[in-house]
């Protein structure tokens, strides 16, 4: 929301447009009775799309009018679209490429014409390449869920003092030209996509579902310094799978939960309306090809998002964090914090330029700040260093009066817990398991799956058994989206095996360091040795 919108209590579900109307035709009224300021805000436009587009721009929804509203409303941007457009914005100022992962209905094919028009308008010499697999998602006349007659309508529905001449008179098939500017925003489609062009930027609509991405790698090889694939997962078997989960280049999501007018009551009708392989994939961001490999399926992860407030819970018992420690390369260090059974803490920072002293001073000022005595880390690999890094911080704080905080360190390929017990009836967890982390990780496998049942069913239930998300954890969607990553497997004899999406993928950070936190050594034995 900008600054000077008078929006901060926009009901973004049951929206009143009358006071963005009030506010356009004030801005409106002022910027024709100053013309000399014009030229000053076609600057401040220039490095502030996202402004431009919330303060004059309309979008176009044909389900409005089911809901007593126009089909053309204000394009109010909701928070999260305002952060796409200036991650989209910070690609093109660093010529770098990116990857935005989006739930369906977002509105992200609105956001990206109009970012793509407003650039054009306001910034000389700049071509934007818009690719499609097929041409009638392009291009076709009178068809608004194709990409050019959305930037088409935003265009036409601005102020002409913005336009600079511009006309439906510069705009052809699959192409608009900005004669002010020298800009132009230009469309291909199929296998040719970007081939001996040049481009500022190119974006690719779906790219998950071309169909032959190979051929189309290779025509934009050379087009451009910043391209941004941007699509709904298509299962894991396709370049947009691999570039999303091999860490080498910056990825932006866009949750269904990001939406302010979509709610739990709102999932629960899609899912009653729309086959499970499609909710998880086209709202849920769920990559996996197939539901038997998934670790914690989508319907679970959705159910234990506040389900201690919805079961009445009030969360008891040890305050723990666990820390991934990221390489110092593009991985990133994450901590997660728990509440018995509630996940209250996820945060993360880069790794690139820090060290494990660094990395393990900062983890326990986060414990200190919220209250967890204990924090599990990954001792393996970069983590070796870690438990001395931890006594030489925690010496200091010892000198200074305060809290240490006990380092625990996590081994996942270590032997099993309580070998001869059996948390799978039928099997001792020495048959079931490979190692102690494909152990926790069933395990809280099981939380999932108890919780859900607890929400979706009913009846008695331990509620020491849960686990519950908090919805107001910043990074919620990114730790959803690393769960979902996870899969399991047998071996050779038998024994659960914990996968990632294939090689030389991206670790997931958030979803290592919340199993992490359930490591019983790290918590449960460490608070009994305390008593």
């Not at 935003?154 to 192409?175: K, T, Y």
């Not at 006594?391 to 006990?406: F, L, Q, S």
């Not at 979706?456 to 919805?471: A, K």
Request: hydrophobic share 40%; net charge neutral.
């Amino acid at each position: 929301m900008s600054a000077c919108s008078p929006l901060n209590t926009f009901d973004w579900k049951s929206p009143d447009y009358s006071a963005v109307y009030a506010d356009r035709a004030r801005r409106l009224s002022w910027l024709r009775a100053h013309p000399g300021a014009v030229p000053a805000l076609r600057e401040f436009y220039a490095k502030h799309p996202a402004d431009f587009i919330d303060q004059w721009g309309c979008t176009y929804d044909p389900r409005n009018p089911e809901r007593r509203l126009p089909s053309t409303v204000p394009f109010v941007l909701f928070p999260r679209q305002r952060e796409l457009i200036a991650w989209l914005l910070e690609r093109w100022l660093q010529q770098e490429r990116g990857l935005v992962e989006k739930s369906r209905d977002t509105g992200a094919s609105w956001v990206l014409m109009a970012f793509v028009s407003t650039m054009c308008l306001f910034h000389r010499g700049l071509t934007f390449g818009i690719g499609s697999r097929k041409e009638e998602l392009l291009d076709q006349t009178g068809n608004l869920s194709a990409l050019f007659p959305k930037a088409r309508m935003f265009l036409q529905a601005l102020p002409p003092e913005f336009l600079q001449g511009w006309s439906l008179q510069n705009s052809a098939d699959r192409r608009i030209t900005f004669p002010a500017t020298g800009s132009a925003i230009i469309g291909e489609a199929g296998d040719q996509i970007g081939r001996g062009a040049r481009a500022s930027m190119y974006l690719i609509d779906e790219a998950a579902f071309l169909e032959r991405p190979a051929l189309i790698d290779a025509s934009l090889s050379a087009t451009s310094n910043c391209r941004i694939d941007v699509s709904t997962p298509n299962g894991r078997g396709n370049p947009f799978a691999a570039k999303r989960f091999a860490g080498k280049i910056p990825v932006f999501t866009l949750h269904w939960r990001s939406r302010p007018d979509r709610d739990d009551a709102w999932y629960a009708k899609q899912c009653a309306q729309l086959d499970e392989r499609t909710i998880a994939r086209e709202l849920d961001l769920n990559y996996s090809d197939s539901a038997d490999s998934v670790l914690i399926p989508s319907a679970w992860l959705q159910s234990s998002i506040d389900a201690h407030i919805t079961l009445g819970i009030d969360p008891t018992g040890w305050r723990h964090a666990a820390l991934d420690i990221g390489d110092q390369g593009p991985d990133e260090n994450c901590l997660v914090g728990r509440h018995g059974i509630l996940i209250e803490h996820c945060q993360t920072w880069p790794g690139r330029g820090s060290d494990v002293y660094a990395t393990v001073q900062r983890a326990i000022s986060l414990c200190a700040e919220n209250g967890y005595l204990t924090f599990s880390f990954d001792a393996v690999g970069v983590g070796a260093g870690a438990l001395g890094a931890a006594r030489v911080v925690n010496e200091e704080r010892a000198k200074a009066a305060y809290t240490v905080i006990d380092a625990r360190p996590f081994v996942g390929s270590a032997s099993v817990i309580s070998p001869n017990s059996q948390d799978v009836d039928g099997r001792k967890n020495v048959d079931m398991f490979l190692n102690r982390k494909s152990q926790i990780w069933w395990r809280l496998r099981r939380k999932f799956e108890v919780t859900h049942n607890a929400i979706t069913r009913g009846g008695p239930f331990d509620p020491d058994s849960i686990i519950s998300l908090s919805r107001d954890l910043p990074e919620l969607s990114d730790l959803l989206g690393e769960l979902s990553q996870v899969t399991w497997s047998l071996n050779a004899i038998g024994k659960v095996v914990i996968d990632k999406i294939g090689e030389g993928v991206k670790s997931p950070n958030r979803a290592d360091a919340l199993m992490m936190s359930f490591d019983p050594d790290g918590t449960f034995m460490q608070m009994w040795s305390n008593l």
